[in-house]
């Protein structure tokens, strides 16, 4: 099992705390255009048995993407294991303005609490999407930025930290109506604590 090793202001950072923290990063292009949830970002493999209390993986990522020439409503959400866990940040169809272009950037972080076979996590998800076509002026779907955040309200359960498991940021759209895209352009994994 992992350890985690706290580090305090002034601390010096010796190659034992450090050989538990890591980052990596890409920048694989993966494009999504289905009204199911897929992967967007890159898929990282969080190693069987690397899982421990007071450890936390996060992704950042971001692309750009067309809203569809019908407006469809576009999800976000943290992937583990494949499937879609914790909250669901929804932009509304009518943020983003018919056929605009716009650009994007997520943080999602998955935080163990308790491990095993049947561990149990809590996950976040924050960023912001902002029509790129338009100077930054909220009020009307040319202009929007939308910030969005959220964790999820109760931890969640079943995570097997003893196999390794997939971690993602998943999004789809409301529908396919209108050929939205949305699209991935640089992904940073890390591993912190």
């Known amino acids: 099992m992992a350890v985690a090793f706290p580090i305090a202001a002034g601390q010096r950072l010796t190659s034992a705390v450090l050989n538990h923290m890591y980052a990596i990063a890409d920048t694989a292009v993966t494009t999504v255009t289905q009204a199911t949830a897929q992967n967007l970002s890159t898929v990282y493999v ?38 879609s866990v914790g909250f669901s940040a929804v932009i509304d169809s009518t943020a983003l303005a018919v056929s605009a272009l716009f650009r994007w950037r997520m943080q999602i972080m998955l935080i163990p609490v308790t491990t095993g076979a049947a561990g149990t996590y809590c996950t976040s998800i924050e960023g912001c999407v902002t029509n790129s076509a338009s100077n930054i002026i909220p009020g009307t779907a040319a202009n929007n930025s939308v910030p969005l955040g959220g964790h999820n309200l109760a931890t969640g359960t079943g995570l097997d930290t003893t196999a390794a498991q997939n971690f993602a940021l998943r999004c789809q759209w409301g529908s396919v109506t209108g050929a939205p895209t949305i699209t991935c352009r640089s992904t940073v994994f890390e591993r912190l604590g």
């Open 46 to 83: 969080i190693p069987a048995n690397d899982m421990a209390a007071g450890v936390a993986y996060r992704i950042t990522c971001g692309g750009d993407g067309t809203q569809g020439s019908t407006r469809q409503n576009l999800q976000f959400n943290v992937g583990i294991a494949g499937a």
